[in-house]
């Protein structure tokens, strides 16, 4: 094997390392850093008393089905931020969940909005929320950097799948790292919608 391909076997498991340890988790605790104010529960979820909260960044673009979309415009409700992709095994199994809650909270100051993160194309999306019942929108991020608008010491997105909860005044109020049911998805939204 010659040098430049040894160089380039190299390269490219370095990548597929970088990539897997980056592109989909199943949770964990850690994230954050520095003084974040978030209180660390179970599983990987952590919340932040409302008077602690910080605001999220500006979260638009175009949806998958290329209509423009502002998470701003929803202020006043609680918004279920999900960060997916159709290639992520933990995406596919809890979409469902999401599926089945945003219809329960439908009308019910609950608005549901997905990022799609590294498809390399809206198709595969699509059909991957088609086939799961998926009625809500998803931004179209294929790079990521809607995910990367989150700074340091926020609870923020930290790989795919991850689940953040806004309040009515579109401050970050919970984060999941982790593949969630149904139950835990509702258990997160609750005390928000309630103002805790």
């Not at 605001?55 to 960060?83: E, I």
């Not at 953040?164 to 509702?186: F, N, V």
């Amino acid at each position: 094997m010659s040098t430049r391909s040894r160089a380039a076997l190299l390269g490219a498991v370095a990548a597929a390392a970088a990539l897997t340890l980056s592109a989909c988790g199943n949770g964990g605790t850690s994230g954050g850093g520095g003084n974040t104010n978030f209180v660390t529960g179970n599983g990987g979820i952590a919340t932040v008393a409302a008077g602690k909260r910080t605001a999220a960044p500006d979260l638009s673009g175009k949806t998958l089905d290329g209509k423009p979309l502002n998470v701003a415009d929803f202020k006043g409700q609680v918004v279920v931020l999900n960060f997916w992709g159709s290639w992520c095994g933990p995406c596919r199994a809890e979409a469902g969940a999401f599926a089945k809650v945003a219809k329960a909270y439908d009308g019910k100051g609950v608005q549901f909005v997905g990022v799609n993160t590294r498809d390399a194309n809206t198709t595969q999306a699509i059909a991957f929320e088609k086939e799961r019942g998926v009625g809500y929108p998803s931004l179209y991020d294929p790079t990521g950097r809607l995910m990367l608008r989150f700074g340091k010491g926020t609870l923020n997105p930290q790989f795919v799948p991850s689940t953040l909860i806004l309040d009515q005044h579109g401050r970050i109020a919970a984060r999941a790292l982790e593949q969630l049911d149904a139950t835990t998805l509702t258990d997160m939204i609750k005390p928000v919608l309630a103002g805790k």
